[in-house]
């Protein structure tokens, strides 16, 4: 079944469909979506190349100022804690 955010419901999606084949015809929907779905995967593909420049530039960062030591630090303490609490921890 398809839901959407907006709570659209069967009949207001078939009628939204209706209007985009008057509109548009019926040989130019699939082009339309092609379009929408290249655009997607390009807005996708760079958020993804941002997200690793962030994470790489921060990455680098924390090696140049010693930040290395702190995750150490941080994965000892997250170990710490795994290990006390993996007894009592509930298993999904």
Do not use: C, Y
């Amino acid at each position: 079944m398809l839901t959407l955010p907006l709570f659209i419901s069967g009949a207001e999606i078939a009628f939204i469909m209706f209007i985009l084949v008057m509109v548009f015809g019926a040989d130019k929907i699939p082009e339309i979506a092609r379009g929408l779905g290249k655009g997607m995967r390009t807005l996708k593909d760079a958020t993804n190349d941002i997200k690793s420049e962030i994470t790489s530039s921060a990455e680098k960062h924390l090696e140049n100022t010693g930040g290395n030591d702190i995750k150490k630090e941080v994965d000892q303490v997250k170990d710490d804690i795994e290990e006390i609490t993996g007894s009592i921890r509930r298993k999904r």
